[in-house]
Structure formats: structure tokens, C-alpha cells
């Protein structure tokens, strides 16, 4: 007779920091995932007896190796790379690589753990998995991110592949470097395959995958919106980063009618009261993508803005917020200033942007809050039918995956309002996609046994 595993919830994250000392951002994502989880599962004995939420929290590998590589003035340097693959039971581990000076096995452990919750909302089949390195591309040229990028795959194209897990770009990998890391994969194996997704379009990459996170996040934000009979229409917006999420986020916003106030990096941010339009985005994409400049040259270029060194943007007054840059970027004051504000809306196009404590005064204002995993799936759904079409050798146009992108948004929507809307009609975001994402990877597990 099975022994129930009935812990309170303060025992069971007791015992998560004790099994990860020092892991605060892994610990941080499953507190936030528990206590919906635990709320949800408190009459259903089968996930308590299988401990499902256990098995979740408790990644199946971490893989950990060291990446060689030798810079343009021929110093050997050393970096560390992970995967950390945490769940497969309902598809092949997908989730992104991430090369940026922060990145640790806390922070992997954090995104793979979420990824599984997220991807299991996209309604396709793809597990939950993320990697990266401690490896800082800035300043860094061309042909060392090259030797980089091709040391980094010779140790990782073991753990990898097409039916066990595709990896995709995140913070710090972009086209260039999954160009590199296909090619290097694909000179050591002799096999073109859909092992990474991101790809360019000349080698199997989707149309719309580039778009797909900032786009999705903007459809999302559009979703909660419509569902309180409002829309972007009209409405100024505050943006984080200024990357590949934030960039599309404001173009779609800019294109539904919005106007987008602000941008930053992680020197700071600028603010153009004028609005930051289609061609002022345009040049942002070519002064990160291809100059590889820094947001504060923006005040330099067009005027009537202003640049603030280190400072983030949740104090200028808007309707609709999007962090888009990284972890822990808006804080529970932050929050508060920009619920004072009178901001309506929060859609996160990042991943855990918002501390826990910010998370709570979201919820306590009522303001419409869509979290990062349920908010940005559209990137990792995109890449989940790039995946269809490599296997399929075929590839469809921008209208049709267009399309698919917005009735994925839709669908992960109505997921989160089935499970989180509560007597009164209001959304608790948060809770469902926790719910919605556990209950289909605990049901995949419960099917196969203790494995
Ligand atoms: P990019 O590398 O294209 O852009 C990241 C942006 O965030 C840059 O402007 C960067 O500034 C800024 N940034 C990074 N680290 C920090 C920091 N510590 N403090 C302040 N700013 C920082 O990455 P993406 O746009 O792809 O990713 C952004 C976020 O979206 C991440 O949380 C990622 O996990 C998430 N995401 C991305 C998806 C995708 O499809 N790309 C899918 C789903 C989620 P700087 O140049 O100065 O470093």
C-alpha cells in the first residue's frame, strides 16, 4: 500500500530548498507554481500519492560540461555550459539556449521548470527543457562567438536531437548562433535534422518564429483586454528590452493602434513621449542586430527623448506594461508605482519578470496580469510547428502560421480563464496556466507508472 505524500505546502518547499541550497530563482518558480498546484490537488489523492508535484520540481538531468574556446588574441578561455532537461512526458524536452554573463544552474533550473508548465499549454507536444552558458557575446567578435558556438555544440550535440530534445535561441542567441550551432551539429553528426528551432528560413527555419514571443504576448494582452470588453486601441504602452521580445511586443502594440513609450537594456531605458513607431523600431532592430549598439544612442538619434542610466521604465505613467528583458526585472515597487499609474494591463513577454512580491500587488489591485509562461508560449508554439514542419520536409507561408499563432494565443486564453476565473468573473492568470499546464503533464505521468 502506497505510503499518500500529504505535506502541507511550507513542508514541501521546505524540502525544495533544502534539496537546492542557494538555488533562490529555481525555489522562486516552484513557490509560485505550488501553491495554485496545491490548492488544485488537495481531493485528488492520485497526484498526491504518485507526488507528481515532487517528481516536477526534481529535473530528470542536469547536464553540466565545460566549454573551451580560444579568443581572437589566442587566450584559451573557459566557460560552463548546462542542459537541463526536466521533464519529457508529453514530448521531446524543447526549450531555449541562453548565453549571458548571469546565467547559473539556478537560473537554467528556473526557466526548464517553467518551460514544461508552458509548453504543455501550447496543447503540442513538447517537453520542458533549457540550457545555456555563462558565456558574455557582447563586444565579443563574429568569429569568436563562431568558435564559441561550435565548442558549446560539440559537447552538447550529445544530449540532443530531433525525438529528445530541440533546443531553440533565448537571451543572447539569436539567428547567428543557432546558425552556428546547426552547422556544428550538423558537420559532427553527417545529419540534417530539426535538432534546433530559430533556425533561418534558407535551413528549415519558420516564417513567423522570429515575430512569434513578442507577437503572441501583444495577441495575449489583446485576449484579457477584449475579455474585459476593452482593446490596445489608443492605449500608451511602457516596454522592457529591447531584444527580440521586446522589439516585436512593440511592433504588433504599434501596429494595433497603441503607442509605445519606452525601451531599454540592461544600461537602462529611454522614453519618447512621441512614441516609439515603426520606423524608430526599425532602426532599434538594426543598432541591436546588426551594430550591436546600446538603447542609451536612441536619445542621441531622435529627439524629444531622453535616456536614463540605470534606471528601469515601470515609473512613466501608461496603460499597458511589458517586461521583456529578463528575470526579476519589475519589483514590488515597481508594481506599486505602476498600479498607482493606473496601469490596466501586464503582459509578460519575459520569463519570471515579475518578483513574487510583485506578483501579489498585481493580483491585489485587480489589474489584468498574464505571466510569462502562459503570455510568451507563442515563441516555443511557433517552434513547436517549425519541429512539425522539418519533419514534414515542407514549409508553410506567413499567412497560415500567422494565423495558427493567433488561435494558439486564443487557445492558451481560454485555458487560463477556465481554471482561474473565479465566482465574480475575474482572472487569476497565474493560477490557470499552473493549473492547466500541471494538470496535462501530471495526467501523461500518472498513465505511465512510476518511471
Ligand atoms: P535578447 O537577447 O534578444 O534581448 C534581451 C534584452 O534584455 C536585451 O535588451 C538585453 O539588454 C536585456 N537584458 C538581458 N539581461 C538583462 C538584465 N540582467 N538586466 C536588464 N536587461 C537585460 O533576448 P530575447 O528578447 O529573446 O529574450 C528576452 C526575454 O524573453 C527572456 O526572459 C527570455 O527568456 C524570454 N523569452 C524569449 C523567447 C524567444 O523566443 N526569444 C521565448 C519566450 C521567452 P543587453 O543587450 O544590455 O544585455
Redesign the pocket.
Known amino acids: 500500500m502506497a505510503v499518500s505524500d500529504h505535506v502541507d505546502l511550507s513542508t514541501f518547499m521546505e524540502g525544495v530548498k533544502k534539496r537546492n541550497p542557494g538555488q533562490t530563482e529555481f525555489i522562486q518558480a516552484v513557490q509560485e507554481v505550488a501553491q495554485d498546484v496545491y490548492d488544485f490537488i488537495s481531493d485528488k489523492e492520485e497526484y498526491h500519492t504518485a507526488q507528481i508535484l515532487r517528481r516536477i520540481a526534481e529535473p530528470d538531468r542536469v547536464v553540466s560540461f565545460r566549454v573551451c574556446w580560444e579568443d581572437d588574441n589566442h587566450n584559451i578561455r573557459v566557460q560552463r555550459g548546462w542542459r537541463v532537461q526536466n521533464n519529457n512526458a508529453i514530448g521531446p524536452y524543447k526549450g ?1 539556449i ?1 548565453f ?1 554573463p ?1 546565467v547559473t544552474e539556478s537560473v537554467l533550473k528556473f ?1 526548464a521548470f517553467e518551460q514544461t508548465f ?1 509548453n504543455s499549454l501550447t496543447g503540442l507536444p513538447m517537453g520542458g527543457g533549457k540550457g545555456g552558458s555563462n558565456f558574455n557575446p ?1 563586444g565579443k567578435s563574429d568569429s569568436e562567438v563562431m568558435r564559441f558556438c561550435q565548442s558549446f555544440m560539440t559537447e552538447l550535440y550529445r544530449h540532443i536531437g530531433p525525438n529528445t530534445d530541440v533546443p ?7 539567428a547567428r548562433e543557432i546558425g552556428y550551432m546547426f552547422g556544428q551539429y550538423k558537420r559532427i553528426t553527417g545529419r540534417w535534422e530539426g535538432v534546433l528551432t ?1 533556425k533561418a528560413l534558407e535551413f528549415g527555419g519558420s516564417q513567423m ?1 522570429p515575430e ?3 507577437y503572441g504576448a501583444v495577441y495575449f494582452l489583446r485576449n484579457m483586454l477584449q475579455h474585459q470588453d476593452q482593446d490596445i486601441e489608443g492605449k500608451t504602452a511602457v516596454i ?8 516585436h511586443a512593440a511592433e504588433k502594440i504599434t501596429e494595433l493602434g497603441g503607442k509605445v513609450l519606452t ?5 537602462g531605458f529611454i522614453h519618447d513621449p512621441d512614441g516609439i513607431d515603426q520606423e524608430k523600431i526599425d532602426w532599434i532592430k538594426k543598432l ?1 542586430n546588426e551594430r550591436r549598439g ?2 542609451s544612442e536612441y536619445a542621441d538619434e531622435f529627439s524629444g527623448a531622453s535616456y536614463h542610466e540605470d534606471e ?1 521604465p515601470w515609473n512613466v505613467e501608461c496603460d499597458l506594461a511589458m517586461p ?4 526579476n ?1 519589475l519589483n514590488e515597487d515597481e508594481a506599486k508605482a505602476l498600479v498607482k499609474n493606473g496601469v490596466q494591463a501586464v503582459s509578460e ?5 515579475t518578483t513574487l512580491e510583485g506578483v501579489h500587488v498585481f493580483q491585489e489591485a485587480q489589474i489584468m496580469y498574464g505571466p ?1 509562461k502562459a503570455a ?5 508554439a511557433v ?1 513547436g510547428l517549425e519541429m512539425s514542419q522539418n519533419a514534414e520536409r515542407i514549409s508553410w507561408n506567413q499567412e497560415r502560421l500567422g494565423d495558427m499563432l493567433t488561435d494558439l494565443m486564443e487557445g492558451i486564453h481560454e485555458k487560463c480563464v477556465e481554471h482561474g476565473k473565479d465566482g465574480e468573473g475575474n482572472v487569476n492568470y497565474v493560477k490557470g496556466a499552473n493549473i492547466a499546464g500541471f494538470k496535462k503533464v501530471a495526467d501523461a505521468m500518472l498513465a505511465f507508472g512510476v518511471v
Not at 521583456?324 to 528575470?327: D, P
Not at 513577454?349 to 519578470?353: E, K, R
Open positions: 531555449g541562453r549571458h548571469s526557466l508552458k557582447r531553440a535561441g533565448d537571451i543572447g542567441v539569436g530559430g518564429r512569434a514571443t513578442g522592457s528590452g529591447a531584444g527580440n521580445v521586446a522589439t525601451m531599454s537594456d540592461s544600461g541591436k546600446r538603447i528601469r521583456c528583458a529578463t528575470q526585472e513577454g519575459a520569463n519570471m519578470p510569462g510568451n508560449a507563442g515563441g516555443v517552434s
